[in-house]
Nanobody, 114 residues
Framework: QVQLVESGGGSVQPGGSLRLSCAASGFTFKDTYMNWVRQPPGEGISWVSRINADGSRTYYKDSVKGRFTISRDNAKNMLYLQMNDLKPEDTGLYYC???????RGRGTQVTVSS
């Protein structure tokens, strides 16, 4: 069955960096657009970034442009999110999700606090 397993979250100070990973299985990853979405404490889920199937096009929420980089390795069925210059407002539960049907993993927690 479809599985998406996120990892790499943690607690960092403002200005710090984290790299999130998502291991995908159970579907044809190389043909699937993928998203990163996040859920801040007490709020709903919001979109953060998207990447097309071959990794040649990427899209970002305005507030993370220039700080976050989405990438993928189709040979390894892996999706990544490099997050630099983290801010407290980036705190939340981060999920990788399929763009076509919204299926997502269980998430990985990112906390940015001094």
């Amino acid at each position: 069955q479809v599985q998406l397993v996120e990892s790499g979250g943690g607690s960092v100070q403002p200005g710090g960096s984290l790299r999130l990973s998502c291991a995908a299985s159970g579907f044809t990853f190389k043909d699937t657009y993928m998203n990163w979405v996040r859920q801040p404490p007490g709020e709903g889920i919001s979109w953060v970034s998207r990447i097309n199937a071959d990794g040649s096009r990427t899209y970002y929420k305005d507030s993370v442009k220039g700080r976050f980089t989405i990438s993928r390795d189709n040979a390894k069925n892996m999706l990544y999110l490099q997050m630099n210059d983290l801010k407290p407002e980036d705190t939340g539960l981060y999920y990788c999700a399929r763009t076509d049907n919204g299926i997502r993993g269980r998430g990985t927690q990112v906390t940015v606090s001094s």
